[in-house]
């Protein structure tokens, strides 16, 4: 739970167009078709990463470095042959 000051609160209230009560009522479906009327278009997703973004996070996610346990055990038979 974020806990914010009221000069905060106040400032996203004012930028966002309604209050953050209301905010946090809402579902995400509410919430997606609320950003594209104030929006004025629809949400939309490319299908391409930018390059830029893929990056930002934990970093090995974004390079694929995590690795379950099975695939640890898979790729330790296939170099020892345990």
Same mark, same amino acid.
């Given at each position: 739970?974020?806990?914010?000051? &009221?000069?905060?609160?106040?400032?996203? @209230?004012? &930028?966002?167009?309604?209050? $953050?009560?209301?905010?946090?009522?809402?579902?995400?479906?509410?919430?997606?078709?609320?950003? @594209?009327?104030?929006?004025?278009?629809?949400?939309?997703?490319?299908?391409?990463?930018?390059?830029? $973004?893929?990056?930002?996070?934990?970093p090995l996610l974004s390079?694929?470095?995590?690795?379950?346990?099975?695939?640890?055990?898979?790729?330790?038979? @296939?170099?020892?042959?345990?």
């Amino acid at each position: 739970m974020y806990r914010m000051k &009221s000069d905060t609160k106040s400032n996203l @209230e004012k &930028s966002l167009g309604i209050s $953050l009560a209301e905010l946090q009522k809402m579902t995400a479906d509410e919430e997606k078709i609320w950003v @594209e009327k104030r929006a004025g278009r629809p949400i939309r997703y490319g299908k391409t990463i930018k390059p830029g $973004l893929s990056g930002r996070g934990n970093p090995l996610l974004s390079r694929r470095k995590i690795r379950t346990k099975e695939e640890l055990d898979r790729r330790g038979k @296939e170099i020892y042959g345990v």
